[in-house]
């Protein structure tokens, strides 16, 4: 596929799915979270509940501190839940939704 192309599966967040590495037949656009099931479903990892900071650095093939980078910027939502658990699916599907880089063109317009 050329860089110029772009292909558009919008989702409820109007985020490009192809942008975060998702595959149109990835997408699941009747899926409660569909990007995230997307990502999920490429990695061959099954949707859970809540999620550590170790289950959401394996899904974003990060470190633990680049979250909690996220985090501090105001990107990624960390929650105060029970046990070591801090994310809910929508708050990585948010995450992703949010996460889509802006091409330098629509930079230099504003």
Same mark, same amino acid.
């Given at each position: 596929?050329?860089?110029? +192309?772009?292909?558009? $599966?919008?989702?409820?967040?109007? @985020?490009?799915?192809? &942008?975060?590495? /998702? !595959?149109?037949? #990835? ?19 099954? +949707?859970?509940?809540? $999620?550590?900071?170790?289950?959401? @650095?394996?899904?974003? &093939?990060?470190? /633990? !501190?680049?979250? #909690? ?42």
């Amino acid at each position: 596929m050329s860089k110029n +192309r772009r292909i558009n $599966y919008d989702n409820d967040y109007g @985020a490009n799915a192809a &942008e975060i590495g /998702i !595959r149109s037949d #990835q997408v699941k656009k009747d899926a409660k979270y569909p990007l995230l099931e997307g990502l999920l479903e490429a990695k061959g990892l099954s +949707r859970l509940g809540t $999620y550590t900071y170790r289950d959401a @650095a394996e899904i974003f &093939e990060c470190s /633990i !501190r680049a979250l #909690q980078e996220r985090i501090r910027e105001g990107k990624l939502r960390a929650r105060d839940l029970p046990g070591r658990k801090k994310f809910l699916c929508q708050d990585l599907e948010d995450f992703l939704a949010t996460s889509v880089r802006k091409l330098k063109r629509e930079e230099e317009e504003k």
